[in-house]
């Protein structure tokens, strides 16, 4: 087994590597739509109060899946290799669709690896964000 280091998506919030090889498969950890090397967090706006006072499901979509993008291509993989995506959302009434929508433009088509999909509701995250990804890559 091989622990991967992305140098470029948001660090760890916990003891763990962004991703590991075992054999031809990456794990890759939880990510969300945080910034590396700040606490921004893309379309979360807090409150004097370290509350969520507003946020944009649709950038932080946008960002989890960009980060995502860069744990695999630095695990030296291919978007390409995706086989199964799990999606943690706080909110699937209201944000489930805008997500579906922002999903199918990263994963479906031609071009996109069209991986295995499970999107859980959960009541919340370690940090103030909406949705978290994993995935799970085969290197031939």
Same mark, same amino acid.
């Given at each position: 087994?091989? &622990?991967?280091?992305?140098?470029?998506? +948001?660090? +760890?919030?916990?003891? #763990? @590597?962004?991703?590991?090889? =075992?054999?031809?498969?990456?794990?890759?950890?939880?990510?969300? +739509?945080?910034?590396?090397?700040?606490?921004?967090?893309?379309?979360?706006?807090?409150?004097? &109060?370290?509350? %969520?006072?507003?946020? &944009? /499901?649709? $950038?932080?979509?946008?960002?989890?899946?960009? *980060?995502?993008?860069?744990?695999?291509?630095?695990?030296?993989?291919?978007?390409?290799? %995706?086989?199964? =995506?799990? %999606?943690? $959302?706080?909110?699937?009434?209201? &944000?489930?669709?805008?997500? *579906?929508? %922002? #999903?199918?433009? #990263?994963?479906?088509? @031609?071009?996109?690896?069209? @991986?295995?999909?499970?999107? /859980?509701?959960?009541?919340? $995250? +370690?940090? @103030? /964000?909406?949705?978290?990804?994993?995935? /799970?890559?085969?290197?031939?």
């Amino acid at each position: 087994m091989t &622990d991967i280091v992305s140098t470029r998506a +948001p660090e +760890p919030v916990g003891a #763990y @590597p962004h991703a590991k090889r =075992v054999g031809s498969f990456v794990f890759l950890s939880g990510i969300g +739509p945080r910034t590396r090397g700040s606490k921004a967090i893309p379309g979360v706006t807090l409150g004097d &109060d370290g509350r %969520v006072t507003k946020k &944009d /499901i649709e $950038l932080q979509c946008r960002a989890c899946f960009d *980060n995502l993008r860069a744990v695999v291509a630095d695990a030296g993989l291919p978007w390409t290799s %995706v086989a199964d =995506v799990t %999606v943690f $959302l706080t909110d699937m009434a209201n &944000d489930f669709a805008i997500y *579906n929508r %922002v #999903y199918a433009e #990263y994963f479906a088509g @031609p071009m996109n690896p069209n @991986p295995t999909r499970t999107t /859980i509701e959960i009541c919340s $995250l +370690p940090t @103030p /964000i909406a949705v978290e990804v994993k995935a /799970i890559c085969f290197s031939a």
